[in-house]
């Protein structure tokens, strides 16, 4: 069986993340699969967008994927989702489908909620935002 740094390892030689200026924060992400094709946005939980790369593997053949790493200096999740559709909006991709996961996930509904402009919403191991568990 192989350990989570091996998949790890792989996928880094594979893969290169791209560096770029968005609304004047660096991000760093990967962008792959075939151009025209419905993209794929994968939004993680807490900075572990390596949960995703397994999926990226397989869904780049047939799909446009996008992973994320968030920008670390912006100040609130409204100038966060800011810079990701500012990103989304660089990249030229119309009508996404994004995926969240852990607090990933609620992270996705908020984008959605905002923006609107997604063709659907995938969530996996999260709570809706009218949770309780959000309330200060």
Do not use: C, N, W
């Not at 419905?38 to 869904?59: A, P």
């Not at 047939?62 to 790493?69: D, N």
Request: proline share 3%.
């Amino acid at each position: 069986m192989r350990t989570y740094s091996e998949e790890e390892k792989d996928f880094l030689e594979k893969h290169d993340y791209i560096e770029d200026r968005v609304q004047g924060h660096m991000l760093r992400y990967v962008l792959g699969g075939p151009e025209g094709s419905k993209t794929l946005v994968f939004m993680q939980g807490l900075d572990i967008q390596q949960m995703f790369m397994r999926y990226v593997e397989v869904l780049e053949d047939s799909s446009r994927v996008l992973l994320i790493e968030y920008p670390t200096d912006t100040k609130t999740i409204d100038e966060q989702l800011a810079v990701i559709h500012g990103l989304l909006e660089k990249l030229e991709i119309k009508d996404p489908v994004i995926i969240g996961a852990s607090d990933g996930g609620m992270f996705a509904q908020l984008y959605t909620r905002r923006y609107k402009d997604v063709s659907a919403l995938v969530l996996m191991a999260t709570v809706t935002l009218d949770s309780e568990y959000l309330e200060p």
